[in-house]
């Protein structure tokens, strides 16, 4: 069974610097998809980045940014000039896109972003 | 473009009782995934319907049920109600079939069971 973790329960970073935060999975699969949510106090999850799997490229969304190194099954994010409102919990989701089969999520990280 | 909506936003129930959650996914989505989350075991997985079927379950027990109606909205039931059934119950709607590669979240039923 496919699992992802991620080892930083909570991680703090000044306003305006860089944090990245880590993630990594486990599958046999060639064929998937990875995500980074986040989920502010709202509780509303908030899809953040997105990476197929066949693309060596990494995705890019304005500040957001992942580092996906295949082989070493990692997949992780970089938040770049941080703002207060980057403060939420982020989960790393794993899709595999051959059947179907729901989205593995990891126990998320906590991020606060400090003044 | 309305988003995935959730209903009731909070419940109290207690012991014992049971209780139905519903959700709305967005419009042409056809696929709706349940889960729930605590801070203890993080988001698992109750179960996913797509047109009407139930097409995935996680490891949850029987007292824990759904359906999906021709439009698409879902439901979703817990009987007999635990003290540990408190979570929040979180909705994903998708487009389903293998165009399935993004899922969009409700902001959650808060479920405290007393």
């Known amino acids: 069974a496919q699992t992802v973790t991620q080892s930083q329960p909570e991680m703090s970073v000044q306003e305006a610097e860089t944090v990245t935060l880590s993630c990594t999975y486990d599958t046999s699969e060639n064929n998937y998809y990875l995500f980074w949510y986040k989920q502010p106090p709202s509780r509303q999850m908030i899809l953040v980045i997105r990476?197929?799997?066949?693309?060596?490229q990494n995705a890019t969304e304005n500040r957001f940014s992942v580092n996906f190194q295949k082989a070493a099954k990692s997949f992780s994010l970089k938040i770049s000039d941080s703002q207060l409102g980057d403060t939420a919990m982020y989960f790393c989701a794993y899709f595999r896109n051959s059947g179907n089969t729901p989205l593995v999520f990891g126990k998320g990280t906590r991020l606060s972003v400090i003044a | 473009k309305a988003g995935v909506t959730q209903t009731p936003r909070y419940l109290i129930k207690t012991r014992g009782q049971q209780v139905t959650l519903s959700c709305s996914p967005i419009s042409g989505h056809r696929s709706v995934s349940w889960y729930q989350q605590t801070p203890g075991q993080g988001l698992q997985f109750l179960f996913e319907?797509?047109?009407?079927?139930?097409?995935n379950k996680g490891n949850f027990p029987g007292r824990f049920s759904g359906r999906q109606f021709s439009n698409s909205r879902s439901e979703m039931n817990v009987s007999t109600l635990e003290l540990g059934d408190s979570a929040l119950y979180l909705c994903?709607?998708?487009?389903?079939?293998?165009?399935?590669?993004?899922?969009?979240f409700g902001q959650g039923t808060r479920l405290t069971v007393v």
């Open positions: 990476q197929e799997a066949y693309k060596q």
């Open positions: 994903a709607s998708s487009l389903g079939g293998q165009l399935n590669t993004e899922a969009f």
């Open positions: 319907y797509f047109s009407e079927t139930q097409r």
